[in-house]
């Protein structure tokens, strides 16, 4: 891995010299091959779907804004969740109850707003949609900590624990609404699953792609006055820039892509007729910009990576995973930290039911099913390990991207479920192979 | 040492039990040590020794007796509380983290925090690097997880965790057990260097070669009980061997309550 030699010895400094340009470019920059490898397969994946489409069907739709704005989407859900996966599974503990504590907070939610709220506020009161939120975070909340409880201080292993609040949940919220579909969902509150009223358009989503941008410069800058200040060796000055360039690029693409995909006719249809615009509607482009459940996603994001890299909370989980025992010696509250780990998991399952249930303006008995195990998928995918200590945040949120690319290229190209399913099954077990083989060299 | 009898002891514990189901572990064992004193406890694999040192450590709770740190009845019910009347422990397993770097295992439970109320990893670095630098100046691999670490260098990061924060008491399982003789000599010095700032230390060993000439005094416990103590000035090697296998008392030691007639 990255190494920093201080004041290199003759062997070191010949190592230097000697090693090849690639070495010495991630050394330079800092960047974790892995990552590279991620992002390498992950555009493997896009253009090989967008050429089986363009050689096979004729029409390459992958790679179109409309796509990807979609892929960005659809990808949100399962995203956010994978997030608190990650901290679940360093800490050697799995979640199995994701899915049925996502659908049981969005038949609550569906309740709240739908039956209980309007009959106190009125139909469409402002408020309901925040309380509706806070409810859903909530009972989120109370279920991990249940889930938390159960596993700390009553020591019942977190797989029978969450295989119980597997079946537990989905019958709870079976017996909610027996059964029922509720539809539809409070309008602002529908507004967070995204859809063109549900996106920021063009220009919030180039002020949000600016402040991404002053943000990483900050990071860069204020990273290399660090180091300067307690002597630390620091990267070479084409590396920063590099990393400055590459970022704000990144970022800046992004916004352009995002920005490229217009309205559907239709909408700009309604949308005109409502605010009395003359213009012919062929030339009218409103684009989508972010879609608000991608700035959720981005923000738990930015939120999650914190947690786990800048506050004690998340050295700990790391420390309780990598040696449980060293981390309980050192006089950390181990159990309690567990507790907090599955609460904090149950409110992302929560975050993750208001942004599905919105998608789909309404929610159903089945919402989420199967969601624990794309999440795991993802955030294995993305790197974290099973046997303990080891996951990036930014891993599992590009493990969700693979699954969801795979999912939606699959279906873009005509491939039926069951094919789906293999296929997804299959790359799995191959990709936590090659991680395996990648960590025994990595030493 | 002579003036022992005068000083009050840093830590005594007082006829301390504990039992595991039916087994009595630990059985009224007692032993006390004093400011910048070695003091081994010895015995077999299962004598008890590493359990009654767990004691003071705070990671068991025991059945019976008293722990007194100087002078004063101490009330130890986990790690937390151990450490906070300054008892440090380096592990037989060495207890560290071994996903994250040695700055954060130093730190591991006290991290220093920015203003904002997050990790400080640039001071603890900092911190990190003076205090390695004093204990083993050869240690430079600051960023990379413990798991890439020889056992020797992840010997001086558990021993550099304990110092750091001003021990008063240092209790070692077994510290050299995973050393090779350039590592081992390096221990004995720290611990040298340790005993001159006035801490006491306690080594567990079942190997009295690892700790006799370290050792200012020995306590040999053997299933549980204490066989007796005695300076080790006063008895040989092997008569401590003699405790240690037959648990029978040298006429240079102070006969405990485990000791054959």
């Given at each position: 891995m990255v190494q920093l030699v201080k004041e290199p010895g003759t062997e070191k400094a010949a190592r230097v010299e000697n090693e090849p340009f690639f070495t010495r470019f991630l050394r330079s920059t800092e960047i974790d091959a892995r990552l590279l490898g991620m992002l390498g397969a992950l555009a493997l994946i896009w253009i090989g779907f967008h050429l089986y489409g363009q050689l096979v069907?004729?029409?390459?739709?992958?790679?179109t804004p409309r796509n990807l704005w979609n892929l960005s989407v659809q990808t949100a859900s399962i995203g956010v969740m994978a997030t608190g996966m990650v901290l679940v599974i360093v800490t050697r503990h799995i979640d199995l109850s994701v899915g049925s504590i996502m659908g049981f907070c969005a038949m609550s939610m569906a309740i709240i707003q739908v039956w209980i709220l309007p009959e106190i506020l009125g139909l469409g009161h402002p408020m309901i949609w925040i309380i509706t939120v806070v409810c859903g975070l909530l009972i989120g909340a109370c279920i991990g900590a249940i889930h938390g409880y159960l596993v700390a201080y009553?020591?019942?292993?977190a797989f029978i624990v969450t295989l119980g609040g597997l079946l537990f949940w989905r019958g709870a919220a079976f017996l909610l609404a027996r059964g029922e579909t509720i539809s539809p969902v409070d309008d602002t509150f529908s507004k967070l699953g995204g859809g063109p009223y549900g996106s920021i358009g063009a220009i919030g989503s180039w002020i949000i792609g600016g402040i991404a941008c002053a943000v990483v410069l900050f990071l860069i800058w204020q990273g290399r006055g660090k180091r300067k200040r307690f002597n630390f060796p620091l990267r070479p000055v084409w590396a920063e820039f590099f990393l400055a360039i590459v970022g704000c690029g990144a970022i800046l693409g992004v916004v352009l892509l995002v920005n490229s995909y217009p309205w559907p006719k239709g909408i700009v249809r309604q949308y005109a007729a409502a605010n009395n615009i003359e213009t012919p509607i062929g030339e009218i482009f409103i684009s989508h910009g972010f879609a608000i459940p991608v700035i959720i996603l981005m923000a738990v994001g930015v939120g999650m990576t914190f947690l786990a890299t800048r506050t004690k909370f998340g050295r700990y989980v790391f420390a309780i995973g990598g040696n449980p025992e060293a981390a309980e010696l050192a006089g950390i509250a181990t159990r309690w930290v567990t507790v907090r780990i599955f609460m904090l998991m149950g409110t992302l399952c929560g975050l993750s039911a208001v942004i599905s249930s919105a998608r789909l303006n309404s929610a159903t008995n089945n919402l989420g099913t199967l969601d624990e195990l794309y999440v795991i998928a993802a955030a294995v995918i993305g790197g974290t390990s099973f046997s303990g200590g080891i996951g990036t945040i930014y891993g599992a949120i590009l493990g969700a991207l693979v699954m969801q690319s795979l999912q939606t290229g699959m279906v873009l190209i005509g491939f039926d479920a069951a094919i789906q399913q293999i296929v997804v099954g299959s790359v799995l077990v191959f990709a936590v192979w090659v991680d395996t083989v990648y960590r025994r060299r990595a030493k | 040492m002579n003036e022992n009898n005068q000083q009050t002891p840093l830590v005594e514990l007082r006829d301390i039990s504990l039992a595991f189901g039916g087994i009595k572990?630990?059985?009224?064992a007692s032993v006390s040590l004093y400011p910048g004193e070695v003091v081994a406890i010895l015995g077999h694999n299962g004598a008890g020794k590493s359990t009654l040192i767990k004691v003071l450590s705070g990671a068991y709770s025991r059945d019976s007796g008293d722990i007194m740190i100087r002078g004063d009845k101490a009330v130890i019910n986990n790690p937390r509380d151990a450490k906070s009347y300054g008892i440090e422990t380096i592990y037989q397993t060495l207890a560290v983290a071994d996903n994250v770097d040695a700055a954060a295992n130093l730190y591991l439970g006290r991290e220093i925090l920015t203003r904002w109320g997050t990790l400080d990893d640039v001071a603890m670095e900092s911190e990190a690097r003076k205090v390695m630098g004093r204990l083993n100046p050869n240690f430079e691999r600051f960023k990379e997880p413990v798991s890439k670490l020889s056992g020797g260098q992840r010997q001086s990061v558990a021993i550099a965790r304990a110092i750091l924060f001003n021990a008063q008491i240092l209790i070692m399982d077994e510290p050299t057990a995973a050393l090779g003789p350039q590592e081992t000599e390096q221990v004995g010095e720290l611990i040298q260097a340790l005993k001159r700032d006035g801490i006491g230390i306690f080594l567990i060993s079942h190997d009295i070669h690892d700790v006799f000439d370290l050792a200012d005094r020995v306590m040999v416990m053997k299933n549980g009980k204490t066989v007796g103590t005695a300076r080790t000035g006063d008895v040989s090697k092997d008569e401590v061997l003699g405790m240690i296998i037959m648990g029978k008392c040298p006429s240079g030691a102070e006969p405990g309550p485990g000791a054959v007639a």
């Open positions: 069907n004729g029409f390459g739709a992958f790679l009553m020591s019942i292993p | 572990a630990v059985d009224e």
